[in-house]
């Protein structure tokens, strides 16, 4: 068994998490975070990738609008490599009506939402393919955001603080020792081995599944209500800015630019099990409608992916216990001292990727405050690794690396070609990551992202870490069969159409050339 000494231990490795962590650790507190699989692999990973500039709440809650309008400011700042700076457009479309407009740039003005009516002729030439029936369009400063980029900015920051990440831990055990939290029992999946932390406070930030690990604790019936939602990725960008429409939140009304892709969502049920979200095929019908409202002919473009999150909601007593739609979005704070009697340990939940430093700022104050110490948060003045030369992304930087850059031309090789992810920035990320499986280094670079969802690059990568003897053949058939598998979940709700034909073009090169399904398997699991 492993120990591990620590002031705070960070449960979940999602942007919270990953948020948090840093907090703490710019403190000056000794900080771990564990997380059960990769880090983004919750709802960080499976988001719509919005950075909100608060325009979509500000009628129906104008406190994170403007929250989310600071926060959109301090994330350019800090994590510039992760966002694109797409900006906007709340659209009156035909069927929209016309007096939500009337009051929304008032809305916009109210909640410090930056907000500029723009004529229909500009909304046209910005975007070529939005409804010319449309009736009224608002420029705000919307962005896109990756994810896991963001997460892994946030880690790194961290660790360069002392903290310690642990990936693919599981927590199994809270240890509550007369009333106070004093140690976090954890799994290691890929060694087997138990690994203990003994801390004086534990962070409750693991979203949806914030109800489980309270109970641990001894904290039960703490509900974090499952919201879940899905989104589907089309082939190519149909617009180049976020489109919403310019109505009271509601389903599929937002299209997001995402790299070389789009994404239409989002829907908003209650889960059973946050571990298990389906995607219905009368959703994914619902939101290819939608998309036909704001770029006719939407449902020719090419469905690519599918994939479902869930939103970490606290229960709110004012709408049905079925009615997430309409459940608060806030972040709420639980103090288990307060509720339970068990000193040392907040649950955070709630709020959005976009708040997700503020979200770590309140609860690590919450957490000095309890412990009487007076430590400043100094997150927003620091930019992490990466982000250092504050330099927005943008879609065409990879293309100007291959082009620019000088390294040895086998490096250069382009592997994944939707993605330009070349044959050296496939090996940094493989050799950085001990034990990775290819969904990890997915994560890292978007291999097998774009339009062939890995059909051509898959292989490619899995062949490439064998030739480099990184890992033996036996674990590069088994990491490429599971990939696929993987994105198969994602592939299967979509098909239709033109995508029909390339996952049938992948099968083939997958079953019937390589013969996957009949190589050799490794000794030992992949995680
Ligand atoms: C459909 C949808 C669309 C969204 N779109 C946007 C958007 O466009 N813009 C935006 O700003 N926000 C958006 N959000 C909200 C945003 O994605 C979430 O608020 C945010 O990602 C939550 O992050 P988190 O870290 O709190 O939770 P998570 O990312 O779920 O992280 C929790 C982590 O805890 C880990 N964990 C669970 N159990 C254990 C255990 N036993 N041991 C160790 N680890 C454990 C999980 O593996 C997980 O990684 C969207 C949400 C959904 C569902």
Redesign the pocket.
């Known amino acids: 068994m492993k120990t591990i000494d620590a002031d705070v231990v960070v449960?979940?490795?999602?942007?919270?998490?990953?948020g948090v962590v840093r907090d703490a650790a710019m403190r000056g507190y000794k900080a771990v975070l564990?997380?059960?699989?990769d880090?983004?692999?919750?709802?960080?990973?499976?988001?719509?990738?919005?950075?909100?500039s608060g325009g979509r709440y500000v009628v129906s809650d104008p406190e994170s609008a403007t929250e989310?309008a600071e926060e959109n400011k301090i994330l350019k700042r800090i994590q510039a490599d992760a966002i694109e700076a797409t900006g906007g457009l709340f659209v009156t479309t035909d069927v929209d009506a016309e007096d939500f407009a009337d009051g929304y740039v008032k809305a916009c003005n109210k909640a410090k939402v930056p907000v500029q009516e723009i004529t229909m002729k500009e909304a046209f030439r910005r975007e070529p393919l939005l409804n010319r029936r449309s009736k009224r369009a608002f420029a705000v400063e919307d962005g896109t955001?990756d994810?896991w980029k963001l997460v892994w900015g946030a880690a790194r920051s961290a660790e360069l603080y002392g903290a310690e990440i642990l990936t693919y831990?599981?927590?199994?055990k809270i240890d509550n020792h007369e009333g106070q939290v004093s140690a976090v029992h954890?799994l290691d999946r890929r060694s087997g081995e138990p690994v203990v932390i003994g801390c004086h406070f534990v962070l409750n930030?693991?979203?949806?599944?914030g109800g489980?690990?309270a109970a641990m604790a001894g904290c039960h019936d703490v509900e974090v209500v499952p919201?879940?939602?899905?989104?589907i990725a089309m082939n190519h960008r149909l617009t180049q800015s976020v489109l919403n429409r310019c109505i009271y939140p509601a389903d599929g009304d937002?299209l997001?630019p995402a790299h070389p892709v789009c994404i239409i969502?989002?829907?908003?049920h209650k889960a059973g099990d946050a571990d298990d979200l389906p995607i219905p095929r009368d959703q994914v019908q619902q939101m290819l409608t939608a998309g036909e409202v704001m770029i006719p002919g939407f449902r020719n473009a090419r469905a690519i992916h599918a994939w479902?999150?869930?939103?970490?909601l606290v229960k709110d007593s004012r709408v049905s216990a079925e009615d997430t739609r309409h459940m608060a979005r806030g972040m709420q704070i639980i103090d288990h001292q307060q509720r339970d009697g068990v000193k040392g340990l907040l649950t955070?939940?709630?709020?959005?990727?976009?708040?997700?430093r503020l979200m770590a700022e309140r609860i690590v104050d919450a957490m000095c405050e309890q412990l009487g110490e007076q430590r400043k948060c100094v997150t927003a003045d620091e930019p992490v690794p990466g982000s250092e030369n504050h330099k927005l992304y943008t879609l065409d930087r990879r293309l100007k690396q291959v082009e620019t850059e000088t390294k040895a031309p086998s490096g250069q090789q382009i592997i994944c070609e939707c993605e330009l992810v070349t044959r050296g920035k496939l090996m940094e990320a493989m050799r950085e990551l001990p034990q990775f499986n290819l969904d990890d280094v997915r994560r890292q670079v978007r291999l097998g992202m774009g339009p062939c969802q890995g059909g051509f690059c898959a292989s490619r990568a899995a062949g490439i870490a064998q030739e480099e003897d990184i890992i033996d053949i036996e674990r590069a058939s088994e990491l490429l069969r599971n990939f696929l598998k993987n994105r198969w979940i994602g592939l299967w709700p979509i098909l239709y159409g033109e995508q029909v034909r390339q996952t049938a073009l992948d099968s083939w090169i997958y079953e019937g050339i390589f013969d996957l399904e009949h190589l050799p398997e490794p000794m030992k699991e992949v995680i």
């Open positions: 449960i979940g490795g999602g942007s919270t998490g990953a564990v997380e059960r699989a880090l983004g692999q919750g709802t960080t990973g499976r988001f719509h990738g919005l950075l909100h989310c955001i994810g831990h599981a927590v199994t954890c930030c693991s979203g949806p599944w489980e690990i919201g879940a939602g899905i989104m937002i997001v969502g989002t829907t908003d479902a999150g869930a939103r970490p955070i939940a709630g709020g959005k990727l976009t708040t997700y």
